[in-house]
């Protein structure tokens, strides 16, 4: 039943990718765009781990700054105890004047390295950030050959097309032949309504023709 389950599953994906992968064929637009919300997903990603070493280098900045801080004050109170000949109290001052001044090398050697590989971050970022600008501006070019293409193309499926040409031929005849019926309808009917009166005119001026003379 494992298998059998396994094998439908198996056989639905392969047809989801084998749509998926048709889909992409016939609009590589598309796959442009998915594969470039990747990259932005990805500087994204980026920009967060470098402000995380920027966070890092302000805490060694702190730590190294409190180190020197505290190694300048024990050599102070070292020597004071000196010169006053307690010896115990100077004795556990300059242990602790070495124990800072030792952080102090260490996180000063941190800082260092953690400084170089903020800087070769900054570089690899902008790096990244000018190619994803470029693949998005040559994106915007690529969006409008295809947009003049397929405008291209429609423009002459009905310039060249002589069934398209025909048809519309057929129809500007039709039009004339209706206008032409229409006069001749209205001229009809012109002379219809006119014709009466015309004749009746002509009888009235014979008459008139006739009684002068008698």
Do not use: W
């Not at 494992?2 to 048709?22: S, Y």
Request: glycine share 2%; with cysteine; aromatic share 6%.
């Amino acid at each position: 039943m494992t298998n059998l389950l396994t094998r439908i599953k198996d056989t639905i994906m392969a047809d989801l990718h084998a749509a998926v992968d048709q889909k992409e064929k016939k609009n590589p637009i598309a796959l442009l765009n998915q594969y470039l919300r990747q990259c932005e997903q990805e500087t994204e990603k980026v920009r967060k781990l470098l402000e995380r070493q920027y966070a890092l280098k302000d805490e060694f900045t702190k730590e190294h700054t409190q180190a020197v801080e505290l190694a300048e004050k024990r050599k102070y109170q070292a020597e004071v105890a000196s010169k006053a000949g307690e010896m115990e109290l100077y004795e556990f001052a300059l242990a602790e004047h070495q124990q800072y001044s030792s952080r102090v090398e260490r996180l000063g050697a941190s800082l260092e390295q953690v400084k170089g590989q903020l800087g070769e971050l900054e570089r690899k970022y902008e790096e990244m950030k000018h190619k994803l600008k470029d693949m998005q501006i040559r994106r915007l070019e690529l969006m409008g050959r295809e947009n003049v293409t397929r405008a291209n193309h429609r423009m002459n499926e009905v310039l060249d097309s002589n069934h398209i040409t025909n048809s519309a031929n057929k129809r500007f005849e039709e039009i004339d032949q209706y206008l032409d019926r229409l006069e001749h309808q209205v001229k009809s009917s012109y002379y219809r309504d006119t014709i009466d009166v015309k004749i009746a005119q002509l009888e009235k001026e014979m008459k008139l023709e006739e009684s002068k003379s008698i």
